[in-house]
């Protein structure tokens, strides 16, 4: 039996799908790999120069004294994360829509797992080596940080980043399970977001553990903005896509401040300001939005893809070898700290770009072709109708 369609929904049998504004569905996007590899920078920014710990030691001091200037605004950087998440909201909707469930399984492990395995094996390495003062893992942590389920078994991670990869790994195994099983349509999309959003105040108000785990209301706004955006490159303007972005920024602004202020005291070096952590969300939101309504076509430079394609290995592997190299250029070779920055991060971009040719360009097309011959037999197609 089908639900009704819900007001303005197209259906197979009464419209065709329209063409999105930004371009045919599916179609590659410069500027959205651009946007990713800014998040990936501001990430960067924020391990680096705008929090304390471990990086201090690689500073040999803190880095609001190394950076009196700008540390404070570094601190902003870790909303990277939060940007990166609209993004994949955007990109997992578009990447699984009319996609068989086999298919996008095989796409999403060969897309993670490569680069993540090869930057889990070279910091658990470089850790290793006896002139680094950085604790490793022990081997069964290191076993278990392979799966990238580390975190929710409760062994010490070798990555510090990868907790954002367990949130991804949550949201898609919730869009694989009610959307791309049962087939995408505009209709499943939008109950997928406004089902997902009223458990994200209920699992807020329950306080029940087990719902925060696979709700993660933290986070989910920021998935559904990226959903609620997708819609509106796919079908152009429409109120109730707005609405779900709009709610989205809403909820999700909350969230970020109440994770992120502290009060005004010395002792805060993480100190921010709520109105600055709502305007830096509000400018992710508006260049993904510009970039869904296809307001960006004017950065369509081909270098922006080989940008993209460098963000997640940068991601995996800048923030421990980072400190690793900053020790050596700062501390070791006495480069000031603003060149020890800049040749940082260039040297991460550096080794994210080996990565990708090394690595990822080589094994992840293997690696998916395999997964797809496997899950041919073991793997619903999940082919519902992709009618919009």
């Known amino acids: ?110 897309r993670l797992y490569p680069a993540y395995w090869t930057a889990i094996a070279l910091v658990t390495l470089v850790f290793a080596l006896p002139w680094v003062a950085y ?95 997708y819609l509106i490159h796919r079908y152009g303007h429409d109120a109730l896509a707005w609405g779900i972005v709009g709610v989205s920024f809403l909820i999700g602004q909350h969230y970020a401040v109440a994770g992120l202020w502290h009060p005004p005291n010395p002792h805060y070096f993480s100190y921010r300001s709520a109105y600055a952590i709502i305007a830096v969300l509000a400018l992710g939101y508006a260049a ?10 004017w950065a369509n430079w081909r270098w922006l893809t080989v940008a993209g394609a460098l963000t997640y290995p940068f991601y995996l592997v800048h923030e421990h070898l980072g400190w690793v190299v900053i020790g050596v250029l700062h501390r070791k070779l006495g480069v000031p700290a603003y060149g020890t920055f800049a040749l940082t991060i260039a040297l991460m971009l550096g080794l994210a770009w080996l990565l990708n040719r090394c690595v990822e360009r080589r094994f992840t097309p293997a690696l998916r072709a395999s997964l797809l011959r496997v899950t041919a037999k073991g793997l619903p197609g999940g082919g519902g109708s992709a009618a919009p």
């Open 135 to 229: 604790r490793t893992v022990s081997p069964s942590d290191f076993l278990v940080n392979l799966t990238m389920l580390q975190q929710p078994v409760g062994a010490q991670r070798v990555l510090g980043v990868c907790w954002t990869l367990w949130a991804e790994l949550r949201f898609y195994a919730l869009f694989a399970l009610f959307v791309v099983l049962p087939g995408a349509t505009r209709r499943r999309v939008v109950l997928f977001c406004a089902v997902w959003t009223l458990a994200t105040v209920v699992t807020t108000a329950s306080h029940v553990e087990l719902l925060r785990v696979v709700v993660m209301p933290e986070y989910s706004s920021f998935f559904i903005g990226g959903i609620g955006l």
């Open 288 to 297: 993904v939005a510009l970039i869904a309504l296809g307001k960006a076509h």
């Open 1 to 110: 039996m089908t639900a009704p369609a819900l007001p303005g929904t197209r259906t197979a049998t009464t419209a065709p799908e329209a063409a999105p504004r930004g371009g045919r569905p599916g179609s590659r996007l410069r500027a959205l790999d651009g946007l990713r590899l800014i998040a990936a920078l501001m990430v960067a920014l924020y391990h680096y120069g705008g929090r304390d710990g471990d990086v201090s030691r690689a500073w040999g001091s803190s880095p609001r004294h190394e950076f009196p200037t700008l540390s404070g605004a570094f601190a902003y950087g870790c909303l990277g994360v939060e940007i990166f998440f609209v993004i994949s909201g955007f990109v997992i909707c578009m990447s699984g829509w009319g996609r068989p469930l086999r298919s996008f399984f095989a796409s999403r492990v060969a």
